[in-house]
């Protein structure tokens, strides 16, 4: 099914794991639903059917969900599979091996044109990055009258475009102060990073950070962790721990017994 794009064969499976392909395709949706699939309805298991419609946000979402499950990754990039009784079976997706691609899944009809969801592996600044992308809707022309060579093609040029413009940078050094621990008794001390956090992206991409407050107990020694952070740069979602940058002495007596 995923290596030469056999219909038939998700049909088959869809009736092996639901009974129909009916009841298969109600799973379908509600898995899309789950994924937050909004502009995507299935109407068969294979996609061939005019009624099921999806969008390339919606097809990149799923993407790369499913290529954090170790065999579909490992399938996907299978240039070609001997199978039983078929035999020797090769990969429609004829970009693979080229620019790093390794995945994932081709698509075309007259309706729906050439559409293509591809995975590449590339190196950004020695550090490993992975580089997903989708196409939908290639229409044949003139020059290049196969839908499926073309969405190939558009998907080959717009991967140096993408993976050129990938930087590798440390937004967070490990000691930098992104919280302050307040007490009612004494000046509190700053929360650092105990970590440093280095992602892969564009340049502009929105960075937050969000520190989630909670109770200490009266004394704090120095380098004690004390809250986490949550810094997120694009979709990616990191989390590290703060440290108290100095200790915190609980209160003396007479400020207790002043404030009882």
């Known amino acids: 099914m995923l290596i030469p794009s056999g219909n038939n064969i998700a049909a088959l499976l869809a009736g092996w794991d639901a009974g129909s392909q009916a009841a298969f395709v109600t799973k379908m949706n509600a898995q899309a639903r789950v994924l ?9 298991a294979s996609g061939v059917d005019a009624a099921t ?8 979402r799923l993407a790369v969900r499913a290529l954090a ?20 079976a090769y990969n429609v997706d004829s970009a693979l091996g080229h620019d790093g ?5 081709t698509g075309s009809s007259a309706q729906a044109g050439g559409c293509l969801v591809f995975s590449a592996s590339h190196q950004v600044a020695g550090s490993p990055a992975t580089i997903v992308g989708v196409v939908l809707g290639v229409l044949p022309t003139a020059a290049q009258p196969s839908e499926l ?12 475009s993408v993976s050129g ?4 940078v440390q937004i967070v050094k490990p000691g930098t102060v992104l919280g302050r621990v307040h007490t009612a008794w004494a000046a509190g001390p700053d929360a650092i990073a105990a970590s440093g956090i ?15 407050p909670r109770p200490l107990p009266p004394a704090v020694r120095r380098g004690q962790p004390i809250v986490s952070a949550t810094i997120t740069v694009g979709s990616e979602v990191a989390r590290i721990m703060l440290d108290a940058g100095r200790a915190v002495t609980p209160p003396f007596l007479r400020w207790r017994l002043t404030r009882l």
């Open 36 to 44: 937050g699939m909004g502009g995507t309805c299935y109407a068969d």
């Open 53 to 60: 419609v999806s969008t390339a946000a919606d097809q990149f």
């Open 198 to 212: 280095s992602v892969t992206g564009w340049p502009g991409m929105p960075v937050t950070v969000q520190v989630t």
């Open 101 to 105: 691609i390794d995945g994932v899944k």
């Open 69 to 88: 499950v170790p065999a579909f990754g490992q399938m996907v990039a299978m240039a070609q599979v001997r199978l039983p009784a078929a035999g020797l």
């Open 165 to 168: 413009s990938l930087e590798h």
């Open 149 to 160: 060579a073309g969405v190939i093609a558009a998907s080959e040029n717009l991967l140096p």
